[in-house]
């Protein structure tokens, strides 16, 4: 090729790449990434061998366990003051209209009291573990599609631990703790 050639093609991928940086420069001062210091992804397993460690630390999420095993039920049972607004807690006490006891609750079958549950509660199936409490209270609607619990959920994953925790208190016989 001669050299003309050879300019116009050198200046056409010079001007692409400028093109390209422009662009990158443009787009992020539209798009800020407001969020990209705390992003990640909590990985399946992470909390099984050692390298994991570093994983959960950079990204913030402390798997179930280890959350429960340092959780405090005390704080739990003012955090789940907002929960009264709906439920009774104490043991044996009849269910108000907005929501069913929650005494016992742990390892209890799903929509199993005398309360009128949804559909989506009561055939959903199975008992309320440790994990679903916490996926439910994460956020309920995620979990059970046209639950009548109008609850937005607790976020934060160490304030909803101490929840759970609470929740084990007032439940007799309570499956044992996930092990860390
Ligand atoms: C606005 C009222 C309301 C609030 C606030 C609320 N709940 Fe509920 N909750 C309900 C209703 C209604 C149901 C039944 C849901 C259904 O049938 O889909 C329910 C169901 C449940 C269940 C399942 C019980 C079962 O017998 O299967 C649990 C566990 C639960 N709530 C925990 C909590 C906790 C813990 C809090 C506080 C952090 C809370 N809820 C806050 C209304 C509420």
């Known amino acids: 090729m001669d050299s003309f050639e050879f300019n116009k093609i050198a200046g ?4 692409t790449l400028l093109f390209v940086m422009g662009l990158g420069v443009i787009s992020d001062g539209l ?5 990209m210091e705390k992003a990640g992804y909590a990985l399946p397993g992470a ?8 994983a959960e630390a950079a990204v913030h999420v402390e798997p179930l366990p ?5 959780a405090d039920p005390k704080k739990g049972e003012a955090g789940a003051k907002v ?9 044996g006490a009849a269910p108000k209209p907005t929501g069913p006891n929650l005494a016992g609750v742990v390892g209890r ?13 009561k055939g ?15 956020n309920p609607k995620a979990f059970i599609a046209g639950t009548k619990m109008a609850y937005g959920g607790e976020r934060d994953p160490a304030k909803r631990a101490d929840i759970i925790a609470f929740l084990r208190s007032i439940t007799e016989n309570a ?3 996930p092990a860390p």
């Open 12 to 15: 056409s991928v010079l001007g």
């Open 31 to 35: 798009f800020s990434h407001p969020h």
């Open 47 to 54: 909390s099984e061998g050692h390298g994991a460690g570093a």
């Open 66 to 70: 280890a959350l429960l095993a340092k």
């Open 83 to 91: 929960c009264t607004t709906c439920h009774t807690l104490e043991k």
């Open 109 to 121: 079958a799903m929509g199993s009291t005398d309360f009128g549950y949804s559909d989506g509660l």
């Open 124 to 138: 959903h199936g199975g008992a309320w573990t440790y994990e679903s409490l916490n996926a439910f209270l994460t």
């Open 175 to 177: 499956p044992p703790l």
